[in-house]
């Protein structure tokens, strides 16, 4: 079976721009759950996505928005950049929202 | 927010047991207790799970108090690729039904040769 894989793996943005990240489902797996973690610390929940709907958001602002597709991938949008926003996207999945499997994420980096 | 209270850090020496404690004094009854780790620029790795009784694999083993307020991950025969971030997460569901895991800072274990 294969695991969870991130697309890009490294990417470079300017303050302001727009991003996407992409995740492939371990597969089976119907759950995608979306994590930042700054330097030095934890990750942190964005949000989740069930069977394609929105089922769970942290404390995040509205421009970090998110899709999950039919085929159970799915993508982490943020809009309008800023510097604190440099940090490794992390997408996890699982099916039925039981036990996870992490991708190895993706290190985003503002100038 | 993270409801556990982990050491930020540790040691141990290689061939031994390490020993990493977790404090989840206000847990839930139907609350359980995960463990994951994080190996430097990787993303996080399942260890055990486990509710109250005690639990092993073949990576670990998880001790859980009767009173489910703390628990210890065993590490039987620390290696040096065991050298990482151990997060201990009591995982939660939130009113939409949605199971997240809330990670605090972990302890960093360092495996010493």
């Known amino acids: 079976e294969t695991g969870v894989t991130q697309s890009p793996t490294h990417l470079i943005k300017t303050r302001g721009q727009q991003v996407t990240l992409r995740c492939s489902s371990q597969?089976?797996?119907?759950?995608v759950s979306w994590y930042q973690q700054a330097l030095g610390q934890g990750p942190q929940f964005i949000f989740q996505?069930?069977?394609?709907?929105?089922?769970g958001r942290g404390n995040f602002p509205p421009r970090f928005s998110g899709l999950q597709f039919p085929n159970y991938s799915s993508e982490l949008n943020v809009n309008a950049l800023e510097l604190d926003d440099s940090a490794l996207y992390l997408c996890?999945?699982?099916?039925?929202?039981?036990?996870?499997?992490f991708g190895s994420g993706t290190r985003l980096t503002v100038v | 927010d993270a409801k556990t209270t982990q050491p930020p850090s540790m040691d141990c020496a290689e061939g031994r047991a390490a020993n990493l404690p977790c404090n989840h004094s206000?847990?839930?009854?139907?609350?359980?207790v995960y463990w994951y780790r994080q190996i430097h620029s990787q993303g996080p790795q399942y260890i055990i799970h486990?509710?109250?009784n005690n639990e092993t694999n073949e990576m670990a083993s998880l001790i859980i108090t009767e009173d489910r307020k703390s628990s210890t991950l065993i590490l039987p025969h620390a290696t040096l690729r065991d050298t990482a971030v151990y997060y201990c997460?009591?995982?939660?569901?939130?009113?939409?039904?949605?199971?997240?895991?809330?990670f605090g800072t972990g302890t960093r274990l360092t495996v010493i040769p």
């Open positions: 996505y069930y069977r394609e709907e929105e089922n």
């Open positions: 997460i009591v995982r939660v569901a939130d009113q939409t039904g949605a199971n997240n895991l809330f």
């Open positions: 996890a999945s699982s099916l039925e929202r039981t036990g996870y499997t």
């Open positions: 486990g509710l109250k």
């Open positions: 206000t847990i839930s009854g139907n609350e359980y």
């Open positions: 597969s089976g797996h119907n759950t």
